[in-house]
């Protein structure tokens, strides 16, 4: 009996290791899972005046986060990612490629003076009005962001709970 009831709590503490490191369900329902290769896409600034595309970013790694001016989690992003990439990352081997674009009543007005309010410096790039880049990874959740390394492959995602928790944006 000792011998069944110690196989059940080892089967017991594999299943429950096994389940704390499975990641978020909702990533399974992206365009891109972890090590395929992300199709080159091209975003534009809020401001217009800057087009940015994967494949010139060859060599760089790629941080794609999908945000709104509207939800809590975006929010709290916004507030570390803000000073953080201004003070830490510039320069660095990393393009911030920061998604809002036409969720709910985010608009081009509604960003600019979101961008302004709080005193952000990144560059804000908007989706065009059909969504095409939010579509092509196949976003379900605000927010998403994507790791993409210097080759083009998907290296992390992270759906709905904050970049900070990405093993691979430590």
């Known amino acids: 009996m000792k011998k069944i009831v110690r196989i059940i709590l ?9 389940f704390s490191n499975e990641r978020d369900p909702r990533e399974q329902k992206l365009t891109y ?48 990612l803000g000073p953080e990439y201004v003070e ?6 990393i393009e911030f490629i920061v998604v809002f674009g036409p969720y709910k009543s985010d608009d081009r007005e509604k960003v600019k003076e979101y961008m302004e309010k709080n005193g952000y410096t990144f560059t804000p790039y908007y989706d065009t009005e059909g969504k095409d ?11 998403t962001t994507f790791l993409i ?17 990405m093993k691979y944006f430590k």
Do not use: R
Not at 12 to 18: N, T, Y
Not at 149 to 165: I, Q
């Open 10 to 18: 080892m089967i017991l503490a594999v299943f429950s290791i096994s």
């Open 33 to 80: 899972l972890i090590g395929e290769k992300v199709d080159n896409f091209e975003v534009t600034s809020l401001d217009g005046k800057k087009t940015i595309s994967l494949d010139k970013l060859k060599g760089k790694k790629v941080f794609l986060n999908f945000t709104t001016t509207w939800c809590p989690d975006c929010i709290k992003e916004k507030e570390i």
């Open 88 to 93: 830490k990352y510039k320069g660095s081997n």
């Open 133 to 143: 880049l939010y579509n092509q990874f196949g976003v379900i959740n605000i927010p």
């Open 149 to 165: 390394n210097e080759e083009g492959v998907l290296e992390d995602v992270n759906v709905e709970s904050g970049y900070k928790d």
